[in-house]
């Protein structure tokens, strides 16, 4: 005998028999969940590293403040890498008796590698991607300059010795947010035009910027090329810097998906379990005739995992395609957040998937099916002689291996994952507690109770094992589900929350202290609700408990830049209504005189500061010296004023300061900052508008995305009530028709079944509400950061959602046991 | 008869003993059981319900391990062998009629039959089970699944089974039990006709003294001892 052969052509009539359907149907969701967040995922994330190097508008970026050595550009040359180059210094522009200092760029052909230019060709004309650039004797200008230097698109003026025409409005520029607060407004200009400015004499700061782009292989071989020439007077930038805005929100939303995806993962392995349980008990005929015609253990027990391992190659191919599908519209969902092409699906995924099927198989189903093996043959003549159960530690091990791997490799967040695992097994452990709880508390029950309450009861609590397990399915396919409703309604609407419509959309900064009350009564009279003006000051951290920090001591280049950049400080009597305190406390009013700081956790972690520090910053040629009292988070992404270390007014009041506010500004009352500009032509308008747009849309775009995914965990959290219910099919077929040729009527049979799915969905309902109120607590506080009410209404659901839905979907899955006649049961067994 | 040799007797059992442990104690269930049954013989055990007849079957097919004695099949001594030892000669050479027929449900009739052939490796497997299946009157019937088949239909097909690899012995139990009267009259009839056919030897296990009557030779179960009816 061939096995293998075997196997196969009994795998095809399983499969039409429909033996393995729910198996397959299982394994099939739990691998398409995967694959489509697989796929989806993988292709953003490479989106969004191309994306990221818009910051640089190339992939390699080469700056210096002397001309460039033609080699560095002929080695990209002959390498064939795009490249573009890019001059940028600061200049002034008087017009009609105004001046302002500008930065002017100058740009080649190419120019921007990465990312694309945006412009308005009117004042009030839509936003809309350049192709082209300046041509010759023409400037782009920012938007903020045209009431300084009151001038209209079409406009001449004088840059230099040269004259330019204003041609079109610029909005956005992809290498422009790296120093956002520090430009000057940009004027853009061509290449061809620049040594005719006459401004680029030995005295003027002119930047010198090479721009490179390349597959991946070909820039870090360049870069490596690079390094070994050891050219002094360069900086090297490559891809990593991405805005903070931008990457808190796509990793929000990227959490979002893998917990949709998780959860699903969870809900089908208890599918698949329990449809293996099922699997094993209808197959023990199978295997006892096979043994009896002749077949060696070895050979039954190949012939069951061969074809089980050939169901778990179809089924995940088959939800690796549906996968694919899937991700296809994803995708579609969120496309445009990108301006560039999204890259097309790599292969890896579908191979994950494939393994995923594999692996949960290999966890949940092939322990079980492998006692297959060892049902008796004399089960040909008595037929309660079945597989061995399982042993709970082999189960649970290889449940927990397989699960453990499964979910940290595929939410790819160990505290998540961890977190997830650790409430299945809590909850799977208190689910067999109370089952078994329940069991010895029913026994006595039955006696004293009558008709079907007795019958419904007595089923329950004589198959303790079966019902168990079905209790512990239901539980955890609710709990899932309960779970899943928490997320979706208050995690997602928290989320989009986080960035209300009115966000600020505008920053103001370099108020001088004398402007402050001017620009408040300005924005209060223009209608503008009342905003916040901060104090900043720019300093930069000199030591930590009196150790002089230097970039050398960080291996990790942000921190190395961190620790060599000025920061932005700030003074405050009140914590921003957006943080949260993770340690220490805020200082209260007696505290004010204290020379305290308050530092970001995210920046206390990077740089080393821990609780209590003392931290000396040089602010404009001064010491200050502060303890560490608290650390806060920052919801970077809300768009309100916010800094990474704060002191206490005692500390940080004498110190020479500029203010800065932000405030949401609607799009018709524009004219408002054209005046305010006009009149306090020093303050620099920062308008985020395009970036907030950006922001908001990955949140909403994202919302679907991951409700698009959490449709796979409903799917999977119906099967895995189906697969409950099938459970204990078996025993019940053959318990009806005792019962009916007992004498039970029809509808006493309905009621007791009734009444027995409707306590098991009511208890299932009591442990999974308890259970997913523990993990939405854990999972909101946790991993999404946000606040957590408690939720009354999830136990009333649960538990008469439970008893009624559970109670009429096992009484109409057993339908046909009421209507077949009990002679044929009775005579097939 | 003191000489037993391999072809004469494909089956013997000798001081055949059974008996398993239960809460109340020992209990007997075959006690004494001394059996030779030679080539293309048919035999028939009578017995009343719970006297040990599907035990006995069950230990001459080396399904079950015997408390005490042994059993020969096909000249080799089964208390020597493992499980697997057991199910390698049984491969092919025996074959079963049960009184719930045992028809795996998700397979057709033809893949029913199929089965022991290509657990064999029979090279032409799905002709031999065709052929099988129309000697039993099924011809029209191959696709059909036994919940679509009537219990009379669903024992010839389990006769088609166990007849197909040409078995060298058939153990049967009650296999017309959960037949009525008429249908079980036309199944017992078919099995005749193909064990005659074959020439197989035939151990039927029955409480019908009609069915066993048809047999080469009837053994009573009395007991826990067989005792012949002359
Ligand atoms: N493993 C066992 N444990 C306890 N009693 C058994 C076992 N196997 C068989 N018996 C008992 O042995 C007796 C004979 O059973 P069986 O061989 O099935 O009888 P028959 O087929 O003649 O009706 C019955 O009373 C049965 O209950
Ligand atoms: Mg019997």
Same mark, same amino acid.
């Given at each position: 005998?061939?096995?293998?052969?075997?196997?196969?052509?009994?795998?095809?009539?399983?499969?039409?028999?429909?033996?393995?359907?729910?198996?397959?149907?299982?394994?099939?969701?739990?691998?398409?969940?995967?694959?489509?967040?697989?796929?989806?995922?993988?292709?953003?994330?490479?989106?969004?590293?191309?994306?990221?190097?818009?910051?640089?508008?190339?992939?390699?970026?080469?700056?210096?403040?002397?001309?460039?050595?033609?080699?560095?550009?002929?080695?990209?040359?002959?390498?064939?890498?795009?490249?573009?180059?890019?001059?940028?210094?600061?200049?002034?522009?008087?017009?009609?008796?105004?001046?302002? +200092?500008?930065?002017?760029?100058?740009?080649?052909?190419?120019?921007?590698?990465?990312?694309?230019?945006?412009?308005?060709?009117?004042?009030?004309?839509?936003?809309?991607?350049?192709?082209? +650039?300046?041509?010759?004797?023409?400037?782009?200008?920012?938007?903020?300059?045209?009431?300084? +230097?009151?001038?209209?698109?079409?406009?001449?003026?004088?840059?230099?010795?040269?004259?330019?025409?204003?041609?079109?409005?610029?909005?956005?520029?992809?290498?422009?947010?790296?120093?956002?607060?520090?430009?000057?407004?940009?004027?853009?200009?061509?290449?061809?035009?620049?040594?005719?400015?006459?401004?680029?004499?030995?005295?003027?700061?002119?930047?010198?910027?090479?721009?490179?782009?390349?597959?991946?292989?070909?820039?870090?071989?360049?870069?490596?090329?690079?390094?070994?020439?050891?050219?002094?007077?360069?900086?090297?930038?490559?891809?990593?810097?991405?805005?903070?805005?931008?990457?808190?929100?796509?990793?929000?939303?990227?959490?979002?998906?893998?917990?949709?995806?998780?959860?699903?993962?969870?809900?089908?392995?208890?599918?698949?379990?329990?449809?293996?349980?099922?699997?094993?008990?209808?197959?023990?005929?199978?295997?006892?005739?096979?043994?009896?015609?002749?077949?060696?253990?070895?050979?039954?027990?190949?012939?069951?995992?061969?074809?089980?391992?050939?169901?778990?190659?179809?089924?995940?191919?088959?939800?690796?395609?549906?996968?694919?599908?899937?991700?296809?519209?994803?995708?579609?969902?969120?496309?445009?957040?990108?301006?560039?092409?999204?890259?097309?699906?790599?292969?890896?995924?579908?191979?994950?998937?494939?393994?995923?099927?594999?692996?949960?198989?290999?966890?949940?189903?092939?322990?079980?099916?492998?006692?297959?093996?060892?049902?008796?043959?004399?089960?040909?003549?008595?037929?309660?002689?079945?597989?061995?159960?399982?042993?709970?530690?082999?189960?649970?091990?290889?449940?927990?291996?397989?699960?453990?791997?499964?979910?940290?490799?595929?939410?790819?967040?160990?505290?998540?994952?961890?977190?997830?695992?650790?409430?299945?097994?809590?909850?799977?452990?208190?689910?067999?507690?109370?089952?078994?709880?329940?069991?010895?508390?029913?026994?006595?029950?039955?006696?004293?109770?009558?008709?079907?309450?007795?019958?419904?009861?007595?089923?329950?609590?004589?198959?303790?094992?079966?019902?168990?397990?079905?209790?512990?399915?239901f539980g955890?396919g609710m709990t899932v589900l309960l779970v899943l409703a928490l997320?979706r309604v208050d995690?997602?609407?928290?989320?989009?929350?986080?960035?209300?419509?009115?966000?600020?959309?505008?920053?103001?900064?370099?108020?001088?202290?004398?402007?402050?009350?001017?620009?408040?009564?300005?924005?209060?009279?223009?209608?503008?609700?009342?905003?916040?003006?901060?104090?900043?000051?720019?300093?930069?951290?000199?030591?930590?408990?009196?150790?002089?920090?230097?970039?050398?001591?960080?291996?990790?280049?942000?921190?190395?830049?961190?620790?060599?950049?000025?920061?932005?400080?700030?003074?405050?009597?009140?914590?921003?209504?957006?943080?949260?305190?993770?340690?220490?406390?805020?200082?209260?009013?007696?505290?004010?005189?204290?020379?305290?700081?308050?530092?970001?956790?995210?920046?206390?972690?990077?740089?080393?500061?821990?609780?209590?520090?003392?931290?000396?910053?040089?602010?404009?040629?001064?010491?200050?010296?502060?303890?560490?009292?608290?650390?806060?988070?920052?919801?970077?992404?809300?768009?309100?004023?916010?800094?990474?270390?704060?002191?206490?007014?005692?500390?940080?009041?004498?110190?020479?300061?500029?203010?800065?506010?932000?405030?949401?500004?609607?799009?018709?009352?524009?004219?408002?900052?054209?005046?305010?500009?006009?009149?306090?032509?020093?303050?620099?308008?920062?308008?985020?508008?395009?970036?907030?747009?950006?922001?908001?849309?990955?949140?909403?775009?994202?919302?679907?995305?991951?409700?698009?995914?959490?449709?796979?965990?409903?799917?999977?959290g119906?099967?895995?009530?189906?697969?409950?219910?099938?459970?204990?099919?078996?025993?019940?077929?053959?318990?009806?028709?005792?019962?009916?040729?007992?004498?039970?009527?029809?509808?006493?049979?309905?009621?007791?079944?009734?009444?027995?799915?409707?306590?098991?969905g009511g208890?299932a309902g009591v442990i999974s509400a308890g259970l997913a109120s523990?993990?939405g607590?854990?999972?909101?506080?946790?991993?999404?950061?946000?606040?957590?009410?408690f939720n009354p209404q999830l136990w009333l659901v649960a538990v008469f959602g439970g008893a009624i839905g559970i109670g009429?979907?096992?009484?109409?899955?057993?339908?046909?046991?009421?209507?077949?006649?009990?002679?044929?049961?009775?005579?097939?067994? | 008869?003191?000489?037993?040799?391999?072809?004469?007797?494909?089956?013997?059992?000798?001081?055949?003993?059974?008996?398993?442990?239960?809460?109340?104690?020992?209990?007997?269930?075959?006690?004494?059981?001394?059996?030779?049954?030679?080539?293309?013989?048919?035999?028939?055990?009578?017995?009343?319900?719970?006297?040990?007849?599907?035990?006995?079957?069950?230990?001459?097919?080396?399904?079950?391990?015997?408390?005490?004695?042994?059993?020969?099949?096909?000249?080799?001594?089964?208390?020597?062998?493992?499980?697997?030892?057991?199910?390698?000669?049984?491969?092919?050479?025996?074959?079963?009629?049960?009184?719930?027929?045992?028809?795996?449900?998700?397979?057709?009739?033809?893949?029913?039959?199929?089965?022991?052939?290509?657990?064999?490796?029979?090279?032409?497997?799905?002709?031999?089970?065709?052929?099988?299946?129309?000697?039993?009157?099924?011809?029209?019937?191959?696709?059909?699944?036994?919940?679509?088949?009537?219990?009379?239909?669903?024992?010839?097909?389990?006769?088609?089974?166990?007849?197909?690899?040409?078995?060298?012995?058939?153990?049967?139990?009650?296999?017309?039990?959960?037949?009525?009267?008429?249908?079980?009259?036309?199944?017992?009839?078919?099995?005749?006709?193909?064990?005659?056919?074959?020439?197989?030897?035939?151990?039927?296990?029955?409480?019908?003294?009609?069915?066993?009557?048809?047999?080469?030779?009837?053994?009573?179960?009395?007991?826990?001892?067989?005792?012949?009816?002359?």
């Amino acid at each position: 005998m061939n096995p293998f052969m075997l196997a196969l052509k009994l795998l095809r009539r399983d499969w039409r028999a429909g033996e393995l359907r729910l198996l397959a149907t299982a394994l099939v969701i739990a691998v398409a969940s995967v694959t489509a967040v697989g796929f989806f995922t993988d292709r953003i994330e490479r989106a969004m590293a191309r994306q990221a190097t818009e910051v640089l508008a190339a992939d390699l970026r080469i700056e210096s403040n002397r001309r460039l050595d033609e080699a560095l550009s002929n080695e990209a040359e002959q390498r064939q890498m795009r490249q573009a180059r890019t001059l940028t210094f600061p200049s002034v522009v008087l017009n009609n008796g105004n001046s302002q +200092l500008v930065q002017v760029k100058s740009v080649s052909a190419n120019y921007p590698l990465r990312g694309k230019l945006q412009v308005r060709d009117q004042v009030n004309g839509t936003t809309r991607y350049a192709d082209d +650039l300046p041509g010759s004797g023409e400037a782009w200008l920012e938007e903020r300059l045209l009431p300084l +230097l009151g001038l209209q698109i079409g406009d001449r003026f004088k840059l230099g010795q040269l004259e330019f025409t204003l041609s079109r409005i610029i909005t956005y520029e992809p290498d422009r947010s790296a120093n956002l607060f520090q430009l000057a407004p940009r004027v853009m200009i061509n290449q061809q035009d620049v040594q005719q400015t006459g401004l680029l004499g030995p005295a003027s700061r002119v930047r010198h910027n090479l721009l490179i782009a390349g597959t991946p292989a070909q820039i870090s071989d360049y870069r490596a090329w690079l390094d070994a020439q050891q050219i002094s007077g360069i900086q090297v930038q490559d891809i990593r810097a991405a805005r903070p805005e931008l990457r808190a929100a796509l990793d929000q939303g990227g959490r979002f998906l893998r917990l949709a995806a998780a959860t699903a993962i969870l809900l089908c392995v208890v599918a698949v379990a329990l449809s293996s349980r099922r699997f094993v008990e209808r197959q023990a005929d199978t295997s006892a005739l096979l043994r009896c015609l002749g077949a060696k253990r070895n050979q039954v027990l190949q012939i069951f995992v061969i074809r089980l391992l050939g169901l778990g190659v179809i089924a995940s191919l088959l939800g690796s395609l549906l996968g694919l599908a899937a991700q296809t519209l994803l995708v579609e969902l969120v496309g445009h957040w990108f301006t560039q092409q999204i890259p097309p699906p790599s292969p890896w995924p579908l191979l994950s998937g494939v393994a995923t099927g594999i692996l949960v198989l290999l966890g949940f189903s092939l322990p079980m099916v492998t006692r297959l093996a060892e049902v008796p043959p004399l089960r040909v003549f008595r037929r309660h002689l079945g597989a061995p159960p399982i042993g709970y530690l082999l189960f649970i091990s290889a449940g927990v291996a397989a699960l453990a791997t499964l979910l940290i490799w595929q939410i790819g967040d160990d505290q998540m994952a961890f977190k997830l695992i650790g409430g299945l097994l809590g909850g799977l452990l208190l689910l067999l507690l109370i089952a078994r709880l329940l069991v010895t508390l029913l026994t006595p029950l039955r006696t004293r109770t009558a008709g079907s309450w007795r019958y419904g009861l007595a089923s329950l609590s004589r198959n303790p094992i079966t019902t168990s397990v079905q209790l512990s399915g239901f539980g955890l396919g609710m709990t899932v589900l309960l779970v899943l409703a928490l997320v979706r309604v208050d995690l997602l609407s928290n989320w989009r929350e986080a960035l209300p419509a009115d966000s600020p959309n505008q920053f103001l900064i370099n108020i001088q202290p004398d402007q402050v009350d001017g620009v408040r009564n300005h924005l209060q009279q223009s209608g503008i609700p009342s905003v916040g003006l901060y104090p900043m000051m720019r300093g930069r951290l000199i030591s930590i408990d009196g150790k002089a920090v230097s970039a050398g001591d960080y291996p990790n280049p942000r921190a190395q830049r961190l620790a060599t950049r000025d920061f932005n400080l700030s003074q405050a009597t009140s914590m921003q209504t957006d943080n949260k305190i993770v340690a220490g406390r805020w200082w209260s009013q007696a505290d004010w005189g204290e020379p305290w700081f308050s530092v970001e956790e995210g920046i206390a972690k990077t740089l080393g500061i821990p609780m209590g520090a003392l931290l000396t910053f040089e602010v404009a040629g001064q010491q200050v010296s502060g303890k560490v009292t608290n650390l806060r988070s920052v919801k970077w992404d809300s768009f309100n004023v916010n800094f990474f270390v704060v002191g206490t007014p005692g500390l940080m009041q004498d110190l020479p300061a500029t203010y800065i506010t932000s405030f949401y500004l609607p799009d018709e009352q524009r004219t408002v900052l054209h005046k305010l500009i006009h009149n306090y032509p020093s303050i620099t308008a920062l308008d985020v508008t395009a970036l907030m747009k950006q922001v908001r849309g990955i949140m909403d775009r994202g919302a679907m995305a991951v409700e698009s995914v959490f449709l796979f965990t409903l799917a999977a959290g119906l099967i895995v009530l189906y697969a409950g219910i099938q459970a204990s099919h078996e025993q019940r077929v053959q318990e009806t028709a005792i019962l009916r040729t007992l004498g039970l009527s029809r509808q006493q049979l309905i009621l007791s079944i009734t009444l027995e799915f409707a306590l098991l969905g009511g208890l299932a309902g009591v442990i999974s509400a308890g259970l997913a109120s523990g993990i939405g607590y854990s999972l909101s506080t946790g991993v999404f950061n946000l606040p957590w009410q408690f939720n009354p209404q999830l136990w009333l659901v649960a538990v008469f959602g439970g008893a009624i839905g559970i109670g009429a979907a096992g009484t109409l899955a057993s339908w046909s046991l009421f209507n077949t006649p009990p002679i044929l049961v009775l005579r097939r067994a | 008869m003191l000489q037993t040799s391999p072809n004469s007797h494909p089956v013997t059992a000798k001081g055949l003993m059974k008996f398993v442990e239960t809460s109340q104690g020992r209990l007997d269930i075959l006690q004494q059981i001394d059996l030779e049954v030679a080539a293309g013989e048919a035999v028939a055990i009578l017995g009343a319900s719970g006297s040990g007849k599907s035990t006995l079957l069950g230990l001459l097919a080396g399904l079950d391990e015997a408390s005490a004695g042994d059993v020969t099949l096909f000249g080799t001594t089964l208390g020597g062998l493992d499980e697997d030892g057991r199910a390698a000669l049984r491969a092919g050479q025996v074959g079963f009629v049960f009184q719930s027929f045992q028809l795996l449900s998700g397979m057709t009739a033809l893949e029913n039959v199929m089965l022991p052939l290509e657990l064999v490796g029979h090279a032409h497997a799905e002709q031999a089970a065709r052929d099988a299946l129309s000697k039993a009157g099924l011809a029209e019937r191959l696709t059909h699944y036994p919940s679509q088949l009537s219990g009379g239909e669903q024992q010839r097909v389990a006769l088609a089974r166990a007849f197909a690899p040409s078995p060298k012995v058939l153990f049967a139990d009650e296999p017309t039990a959960n037949l009525d009267a008429h249908t079980g009259e036309k199944v017992a009839e078919l099995l005749f006709e193909l064990q005659e056919q074959s020439g197989t030897v035939l151990i039927l296990v029955t409480h019908d003294e009609m069915l066993a009557q048809r047999c080469d030779r009837r053994l009573y179960l009395r007991e826990g001892c067989l005792e012949s009816d002359r």
